[in-house]
């Protein structure tokens, strides 16, 4: 019965993390300059510049997958970092599982717009350099975009990190943060192959930004709960 229910604790922790990864890309800091980073990744130095043609769309699909192989990595390795001090607090498990389901109510809270909280609201915005990319520069670009810590970004990546810490091992803690990369990488790598279809779809989800903030503090407040309540059951066990 326990073999089970942790069974079912970590299949709704991946399917928590890829929906952060989707939630990621929906954000209103991150969607809304899709288009541009998209012309970046075509070889299009300025977002002005008009639609890229079709050897820059056969590029930008080769340097869409560069780019999110660079934030992964990042991600990936800070979930690594993030298992590891949740193995040495494994003795405390209940703590903080009820630690880290307060840290995504508060994230939750942030992104909903209730307070703000500083450090999560805060772009560390960078200016690359984009002539003619290639797949090796733009996985450069992706690490730096895995570091460039966008406010949308830095809510859910800390959410999936909180969820990485109470992994039991390392590995599980990585594969967390390789499906929260998944769930912004897939609509991402979509998103370059049908560029000129979507633009509509992005004008209507940047009309309703406000909308979906608040469900998704609304989704990262239920899953910090649900978190907090399974970390005081093992308390009071």
């Known amino acids: 019965m326990e073999y089970k229910q942790k ?12 929906a952060e990864g989707i939630l990621t890309f929906i954000s209103p800091c991150i969607l809304p300059m899709l288009p541009i980073y998209l012309l970046y990744l075509a070889g299009t130095p300025a977002p002005g510049s008009g639609t890229p043609d079709q050897s820059g769309k056969n590029r930008l699909i080769v340097n869409s997958l560069g780019f999110v192989t660079g934030f ?25 599982m009820m630690i880290s389901g307060s840290l995504m ?16 609201n805060t772009e560390r915005r960078f200016r ?4 003619n990319l290639k797949f090796f520069s733009s996985v450069l670009f992706g ?6 810590w966008s406010p ?14 109470n992994s039991e091992t390392i590995p599980e803690g990585m594969l967390l943060l390789l499906v929260y990369s998944a769930g912004l990488a897939i609509p991402f790598i979509v998103s370059a192959a049908i560029f ?4 509509t779809l992005f004008a209507w989800f940047s009309r309703n930004s406000r909308i979906i903030s608040i469900i998704s503090g609304i989704l990262l407040m239920a899953a910090g709960i649900w978190f907090f309540v399974d970390g005081l059951k093992l308390i009071l066990a």
Do not use: H, W
């Open 152 to 165: 949308c970004l830095g809510t859910f990546l800390g959410s999936a990190l909180a969820l990485a810490g």
């Open 143 to 148: 690490i730096i975009f895995g570091f460039g």
């Open 72 to 96: 992964t990595i990042v991600f990936v390795a800070l979930g690594a970092v993030a298992a590891a001090a949740g193995v040495l607090m494994q003795r405390n498990r209940a703590l903080l």
């Open 7 to 18: 069974e079912g604790s970590d299949l709704m922790s991946y399917a928590l993390t890829f």
């Open 128 to 131: 690359p350099k984009v002539d």
């Open 196 to 199: 000129e279809n979507v633009r």
């Open 105 to 120: 109510i508060i994230f939750g809270l942030n992104f909903a717009g209730v307070f703000r909280i500083g450090f999560l």
